[in-house]
């Protein structure tokens, strides 16, 4: 059983910069790939970004390219995502999930309660 608990959720102007921090509890946390997800309101619910159980092998969906970055600190047993140049379509309830990890949500076994983000122009 792995518990994850979002924080670092906000309201920020376009432009600017959240940090999102997962942590993760539970005997084997460090043994599974973590992801990040969020959910727009009347939207499905999307892939974000993924790393795997070591720290390689980030992945990224095509929207967040190049302005967000997923860390993971195993000793902590904590992912991060640092979200830059932020945009009123990135407004969004912001999961954290562990499992494969993937682009799916069928790839994850455990989720967070989720934290909001929400980006005014």
């Known amino acids: 059983q792995v518990h994850l608990v979002e924080s670092g959720g906000g309201s920020v102007q376009a432009g600017g910069s959240l940090r999102l921090s997962c942590a993760a509890s539970?005997?084997?946390?460090?043994?599974?790939?973590l992801g990040w997800f969020r959910q727009a309101p009347r939207k499905e619910r999307e892939f974000v970004a993924s790393i795997g159980s070591t720290g390689i092998m980030p992945y990224y969906a095509d929207s967040v390219k190049g302005r967000f970055t997923i860390s993971r600190d195993n000793a902590k047993n904590t992912v991060y995502l640092v979200m830059n140049n932020l945009n009123p379509e990135d407004t969004a309830v912001y999961y954290c999930?562990?499992?494969?990890?993937?682009?799916?949500?069928?790839?994850?076994?455990?989720w967070g309660q989720g934290t909001q983000v929400t980006v005014s122009s």
């Open positions: 999930a562990a499992g494969v990890p993937g682009p799916s949500t069928r790839d994850y076994d455990y």
């Open positions: 539970g005997r084997t946390a460090s043994d599974y790939g």
